[in-house]
């Protein structure tokens, strides 16, 4: 009887000595896993962080192009009171030509009236 005793115990021993082999195993499994995990979320953070970056530098690109849009900006609203200056100059140019216009009709008139007179005391003579 202890021979069948004897097998039986060894049999059990042998599978004791199995599952802390396979809760070993497994456990090892998981803290590989929980590794991985981490080491893939370690390379997700690096990536946003890098697209971060990359959009501050775009976000800079951007309020540096605003800027001179700003500038560009003030630029014309320069050039356009320049034109407006301008503008106004050539309508006072017109008037005074328009002036000029009037004053010449006006000695048109006198020499007109000088010339028959001239041609009545002409006539007359």
Known sequence: MM?????????YAK??????????????LDKLTQEEARMVAAQNLKATHTVDERV??????????????????DLVVGVNDRVVDVDNRVAAVDDQVANVNERVVAVDDRVRVVDNNIMRVIAGA
């Open 3 to 11: 021979l069948l005793t004897e097998g039986w115990l060894e049999k």
């Open 15 to 28: 599978k004791l000595v199995g599952k802390t082999e396979v809760e070993d195993a497994l456990k090892k």
């Open 56 to 73: 501050k530098g775009v976000m800079n690109t951007v309020e540096a192009i605003d800027n001179k849009m700003v500038r560009v900006d």
